[in-house]
């Protein structure tokens, strides 16, 4: 009987930890919810789920609420917006024919902390950029999310392409995150990183560690200018945070 309950108890450990699938017996595919990114977001915003053996065609619910949902960039990956009308922490499932799997612990926040780089509401699928910086990256780089939120957020790069080699670039320790509106939660808070426009691969950390925060790390490219940044700005940077999952988009003014 211990040995039965103990079974049980860490099956329901890795449930919470992993998401959970279940079926009825005529489901016959091994499905699962791999992740959800971010865990957190308010209603409105959109999250992607990674799951396994669902098409975009799943319907996808929140607590009760059936949300909206639309296709990934990859197989299997599905988007969804959070519906309105929630709050606290709600289980996520994902459902298509007899298959349904579970993900419990997805909080639906009253709106985005004031003391973070906000995100967009939507969820960028990256497409491969057209162009590259070709002598520095010294400025202003403005956060996307400022065209929705009507602040001035963004990350103020100090560092030349090729100042190592080619194509190359380390961020300057006078590097920093900025918001020019409410300067006592981010401005100064210093990002170090660095930049490859030969292998497209970005790595940026801001430590907000003397404002009593932490430090979150962000992977990233350069990707295509999305549709709502059309003429606005070039150079877009996607990054995504290891912490939260959470998309970051920065990009260069004309």
Known sequence: MKNA???IAIFATCCLALGCSSSDANCDK???????LPNTNPTGY??????NGF???AKVVFGTVEASSRAGGLAGEIIATVPAGLSGNVEISVEEGDCIARSPGFVVLAALPG???PSLPN???????TSYPQNDIQNNWANSASIITGRSYGIHFVGFIGNISPGVCELDTTSYEYDFDNSSFLSGNPVRGNMNVNSNLVYVEI???A???TVEKFDGHFIGVPPFLENIEKWPILLVSRQTGRQLIVSFPF
Do not use: H
């Open 207 to 209: 430590d907000r560690t």
């Open 55 to 57: 098409t975009s065609a």
């Open 46 to 51: 959109e999250v992607l789920l990674k799951t």
């Open 123 to 129: 969820i960028v699928i990256p497409t491969a950029p």
């Open 211 to 213: 404002k009593g925060g």
């Open 5 to 7: 309950l103990f079974l």
């Open 115 to 117: 003391t973070i780089q």
């Open 30 to 36: 091994n499905v699962s919810i791999n992740a959800v």
